[in-house]
């Protein structure tokens, strides 16, 4: 599971690295993604919707083993 996560954060990056984010993958365990915001992203107001309705919205779709996505 945690090389599919890999492959769909890789297709999400662009678009956090053009407004000077990142994001890394930190672990996959029992469905639970954690994840840490990096660069603008760390600091930005609205990166718990980014994080919500951006990259767990897509990684749920793309795998439907993942239960919730998490900040770390």
């Known amino acids: 599971m945690r090389e599919k996560v ?4 890789n297709q999400i990056r662009p678009s956090l690295q053009a407004d000077g984010g990142d994001v890394e993958l930190v672990d996959v365990k029992d469905g639970v993604v954690k ?7 760390a600091g930005c107001p609205m990166s718990q919707m980014t994080l919500a309705f951006g ?3 897509v990684l749920k779709e ?11």
């Open 6 to 9: 890999e492959e769909i954060l």
């Open 62 to 72: 793309k795998v439907p083993e993942i239960k919730k996505v998490e900040p770390v």
């Open 35 to 41: 994840l840490r915001l990096k660069g603008a992203c």
């Open 55 to 57: 990259i767990e919205r």
